[in-house]
């Protein structure tokens, strides 16, 4: 039902953040689960999605009552935590997951930047300088996806493990790093300036 309240473009677009936040909280994206249990998997020999995640390592939650009848739950942070290779959990037990972490550089004002090696940011398309590494998944950045992807990497850990290592020592070996800036000329117009920056400076 339609109604007469009009938002405007501020609200529109923080309350769409907020909702994707709030939507976005792994207790909400664990309940997609719900419909699902039951579900085969023609890919697994007709396995079911409980059974799949199951050999994955993650197990419904249960509960017991005074007469010891045990009633299925649905999954939880805990579950999957459990599921999750130690490995890939901080000492304050976030969870992390593999990925391309771009190289960024925050100068005096505040404003980021990506970071380029002289021959990519001489490129229009250049492609910026990354690292593969385990990253902390943010409390509203949760998505089936990923879940998927950490408790796939973590079966798999030393494959996924001794990539990151390989990708940390070629960042070792990169010396000269620059940003790229956008700035008007004499004539008003906007060109790309390509400064060099401090390897030190560089954050990810």
Not at 115 to 121: I, R
């Amino acid at each position: 039902m339609a109604t007469n309240v009009t938002l405007n473009a501020k609200q529109i677009n923080g309350g769409t953040r907020e909702i994707i936040s709030k939507t976005s909280q792994l207790t909400q994206v664990l309940r997609t689960f719900e419909t699902l249990y039951t579900q085969k998997l023609p890919s697994c020999d007709g396995m079911t999605v409980e059974g799949f995640m199951s050999a994955m390592g993650v197990e419904r939650f249960t509960t017991t009552n005074k007469l010891g009848k045990v009633t299925k739950k649905g999954y939880t942070p805990g579950t999957i935590r459990k599921g999750w290779n130690d490995s890939m959990q901080t000492e304050e037990g976030k969870m992390c997951v593999f990925k391309n972490v771009p190289a960024k550089y925050k100068d005096e004002d505040g404003t980021v930047y990506r970071v380029f090696t002289p021959e990519e940011a001489e490129k229009i398309d250049g492609k910026c300088v990354s690292r593969f590494m385990l990253s902390e998944i943010a409390d509203d950045k949760w998505t089936v996806a990923i879940i998927l992807r950490g408790l796939k990497q973590g079966r798999d850990f030393k494959k996924y493990n001794d990539r990151s290592v390989e990708s940390e020592m070629a960042w070792e070996e990169v010396e000269n790093l620059c940003i790229i800036r956008v700035v008007e000329d004499e004539n008003g117009k906007e060109v790309r300036e390509i400064v060099e920056i401090e390897k030190d400076e560089v954050y990810f």
